[in-house]
């Protein structure tokens, strides 16, 4: 017999485009999955895909029949994906949810009014009831207003907090049990970088994501910006550094010795807060009296407060060194 069979060799491998899903054996792979390493069809992935996603709630007791479920949904691929998967799951499987759809609209011209049309046609989609709450309502200021009282730099503070207080706020008029978020992994492994950055390592270990939205016009420097770029750079050099990340983010743990701050509620709106004002409070306070960067910068009062006792804010001085990006520079 002639050819490299006779010498014992392998032929060589079949082109990607030409293999079958490991699955089914029948149709040709379309993707393969970093999580698993299988070469699957789109079909198949679909089917694996919800029934993870089933699994997920049903092993963790996720939802309880009865219970009112919102679902933040920005009119982008995550949160259209949840929506829909989850109103899928809903029905197969007989969870007993009344499910909702939930959106802000920060007041960005231009840009969140397009997306929330997009909302608008899940509503229809799914038989979703939606609600929007807006900045405007809610705090008197939109995102356009803030960013024309304090310019480019810290507005995404604003907006982060604002819009992480919209959702609690909308989900208590909607009387809703519980919140549902969609997160890919690239969001996950942004989030866990940039909380050990900040040094608020609990935040992770306790499975607190800081609601990750699209960062819109108003955020050339926003931080997550540096953790993407930083993060698509290592998965470039290594597939499944962002599975790992996130991994390593699971396996974080706090010292038992370790102080950690009280959960109470502000004095003045309610809201969930471990000082006497959240910081939407603070924040919004700062915006009405004509101080915006009150929320944001340290204050001292004497010295730096004008007759009226309004406090001005006075930038500490520190040594910083930056990190230059596409986003600007990142002090740390």
């Avoid at 694996?48 to 089933?54: A, G, P, T």
């Avoid at 909302?119 to 356009?144: A, C, F, H």
């Avoid at 310019?151 to 049990?177: H, M, P, S």
């Avoid at 962002?242 to 502000?266: V, Y």
């Amino acid at each position: 017999m002639d050819g490299p069979a006779a010498d014992g060799a392998r032929p060589p491998p079949p082109r990607a485009g030409s293999r079958l899903c490991v699955r089914c054996g029948e149709r040709k792979a379309a993707l393969k999955r970093p999580k698993t390493l299988e070469q699957i069809c789109r079909e198949c992935f679909y089917i694996v895909f919800e029934d993870e996603i089933h699994q997920t709630i049903v092993e963790n007791s996720l939802f309880k029949a009865g219970e009112r479920v919102a679902i933040g949904a920005s009119g982008g691929k995550d949160s259209t994906v949840l929506a829909y998967v989850l109103s899928e799951l809903n029905r197969h499987h007989n969870y007993g949810l009344d499910l909702f759809l939930l959106s802000v609209d920060e007041g960005i011209t231009g840009y969140r009014d397009d997306s929330l049309e997009t909302v608008k046609r899940n509503e229809i989609q799914y038989g979703l009831p939606l609600k929007i709450v807006s900045y405007k309502d809610l705090y008197g200021w939109t995102m356009d207003d803030i960013v024309k009282a304090i310019g480019l730099k810290n507005n995404c503070t604003f907006c982060g907090v604002f819009r992480r207080q919209a959702l609690d706020r909308g989900a208590a008029l909607l009387k809703a049990d519980k919140i549902v978020t969609g997160h890919n992994a690239d969001d996950i492994a942004e989030t866990v970088l940039l909380n050990i950055l900040r040094g608020d390592i609990a935040r992770i270990e306790n499975g607190l994501i800081w609601l990750y939205h699209d960062p819109g016009i108003y955020s050339p420097n926003a931080y997550r910006g540096f953790a993407r770029e930083f993060i698509k750079d290592l998965e470039r050099m290594r597939p499944r550094a962002i599975l790992d990340i996130i991994k390593s983010g699971e396996n974080f743990r706090i010292s038992t010795t370790t102080r950690m701050p009280e959960q109470g509620t502000c004095e003045r709106c309610g809201y969930i807060s471990s000082q006497k004002l959240c910081k939407a409070c603070v924040l919004l306070d700062g915006l009405n009296r004509g101080l915006p960067k009150l929320g944001i910068g340290r204050t001292k009062a004497g010295a730096g407060a004008d007759s009226d006792g309004k406090q001005r804010i006075k930038r500490s001085e520190r040594n910083t060194s930056s990190l230059q990006g596409k986003h600007g520079n990142f002090d740390f």
